[in-house]
């Protein structure tokens, strides 16, 4: 018989494992699904059940490489009580990093069981896209590669929540690489680096210490905050871009309305440097690449008016 002592304890594990996911950050795995599904939908070939196997397998590897991180990094020594920013649940004993690392493993498993399905439908270009995903998940933060600590991570989140999830999203659907959704991976995936480039601007003190050369560290404060505001500039001159190249029509500045708070976050980027300022930032961001991610889908799905 189950007692009323198991509730809270049941319930503070599941608030682990939530923190430990970052579910602010899944935006990052959400927004590239949208722009390359809307980017196959615009043309007439949206397919319902390849687009949500794709944002099943994205979600997984990304919560995945999350959970990954979190039991690694407290065990290469980079995570320690001194470190700003949210609780990670390893380094605060909410977790073991066992049970870190088995559900890191748990999502990865239901990404390639998602995974096997769009081979079964695309092919091997799916499988050699997923085999490389799945090694970029695992290599970020362990050996002998460690991405992240050789100011690797900007160039991998780029590609992988960029490139690589809008392209991969779109192929699913329309079995072909396709001009629009290339274009419209270059924004989604530099507003997916500014999440990283915010989240190492704030730890650059912590992972020097611990011997983490993001690129952060190796470029120092001031450049990684111009690297921000850069990541965001492109964004906002790429549905221009696109427009000129006749990949979106005459709704293309949907994601223009986002300026407002791009321009916010570059305000608190260059004044601030406190903990909780970017740390509000870092969030914001997130919810910026989702709103952007939107609107730019919206203007892949209106292309042809």
Same mark, same amino acid.
Not at 16 to 30: E, F, G
Not at 44 to 55: K, Q, R, T
Not at 133 to 152: I, N, W
């Given at each position: 018989?189950?007692?009323?002592?198991e509730?809270?304890d049941?319930g503070?594990r599941w608030?682990a494992?939530v923190?430990?996911?970052r579910?602010?950050?899944l935006?990052?795995?959400?927004?590239?699904?949208?722009v390359?599904?809307?980017a196959?939908?615009?043309?007439?070939?949206f397919?319902p059940?390849?687009?949500?196997?794709?944002?099943?397998?994205a979600?997984c590897?990304?919560i995945?490489?999350?959970?990954?991180n979190?039991?690694l990094?407290?065990?290469?020594?980079?995570?320690t009580p001194?470190?700003?920013?949210?609780?990670?649940?390893?380094?605060?004993g909410?977790?073991?990093?066992?049970?870190v690392?088995?559900g890191?493993? +748990?999502?990865?498993?239901? #990404? $390639?069981? %998602?995974?096997i399905? *769009?081979?079964? /439908?695309? @092919?091997w270009?799916?499988?050699?896209?997923?085999?490389a995903?799945f090694?970029?998940?695992l290599a970020?933060?362990?050996s002998?590669?460690?991405l992240?600590?050789r100011?690797l991570?900007d160039l991998f989140?780029?590609?992988?929540?960029?490139?690589?999830?809008v392209?991969?999203?779109d192929y699913?659907?329309?079995g072909?690489v396709r001009?629009v959704?290339l274009?419209?991976?270059?924004?989604v995936?530099?507003?997916?680096?500014?999440?990283?480039v915010?989240?190492?601007?704030r730890d650059?003190?912590?992972?020097?210490?611990?011997?983490?050369?993001?690129?952060?560290?190796?470029l120092?404060?001031?450049?990684?905050?111009?690297?921000y505001?850069?990541? +965001?500039?492109v964004a906002? #001159? $790429?549905? %221009?871009?696109?427009? *000129?190249?006749? /990949?979106? @029509?005459?709704?293309?500045w949907?994601p223009?309305?986002?300026?407002?708070?791009?321009?916010?976050?570059?305000?608190?980027?260059l004044r601030?440097?406190d903990?909780?300022?970017?740390?509000?930032?870092?969030?914001r961001?997130a919810?910026?690449?989702?709103?952007?991610g939107?609107?730019?889908a919206?203007s892949?799905?209106l292309?042809?008016?």
């Amino acid at each position: 018989m189950r007692t009323g002592v198991e509730a809270p304890d049941a319930g503070r594990r599941w608030r682990a494992w939530v923190l430990a996911a970052r579910v602010p950050t899944l935006t990052a795995a959400v927004a590239p699904v949208a722009v390359g599904t809307a980017a196959a939908a615009g043309d007439g070939m949206f397919a319902p059940l390849p687009a949500i196997a794709a944002l099943i397998a994205a979600l997984c590897i990304q919560i995945g490489t999350n959970f990954h991180n979190d039991a690694l990094d407290f065990l290469h020594g980079a995570d320690t009580p001194h470190r700003l920013g949210p609780a990670r649940v390893t380094q605060a004993g909410l977790l073991s990093s066992r049970q870190v690392l088995t559900g890191a493993y +748990l999502c990865l498993g239901i #990404a $390639a069981a %998602a995974g096997i399905y *769009l081979v079964a /439908l695309r @092919g091997w270009p799916v499988l050699m896209v997923g085999l490389a995903s799945f090694a970029a998940a695992l290599a970020y933060t362990a050996s002998p590669l460690r991405l992240g600590y050789r100011g690797l991570g900007d160039l991998f989140v780029f590609l992988f929540f960029g490139v690589v999830a809008v392209v991969g999203s779109d192929y699913v659907q329309t079995g072909s690489v396709r001009a629009v959704a290339l274009a419209a991976s270059v924004p989604v995936g530099l507003l997916a680096a500014a999440i990283l480039v915010l989240n190492n601007l704030r730890d650059i003190e912590t992972d020097r210490a611990a011997g983490k050369r993001t690129l952060a560290v190796r470029l120092g404060a001031r450049a990684t905050r111009a690297q921000y505001v850069c990541c +965001l500039a492109v964004a906002v #001159a $790429a549905p %221009a871009a696109m427009r *000129l190249a006749g /990949l979106l @029509g005459s709704w293309f500045w949907l994601p223009w309305l986002t300026l407002p708070t791009m321009v916010g976050l570059v305000r608190v980027v260059l004044r601030h440097d406190d903990a909780a300022s970017l740390v509000g930032a870092l969030k914001r961001t997130a919810r910026l690449l989702l709103v952007y991610g939107a609107l730019l889908a919206a203007s892949l799905l209106l292309r042809l008016n």
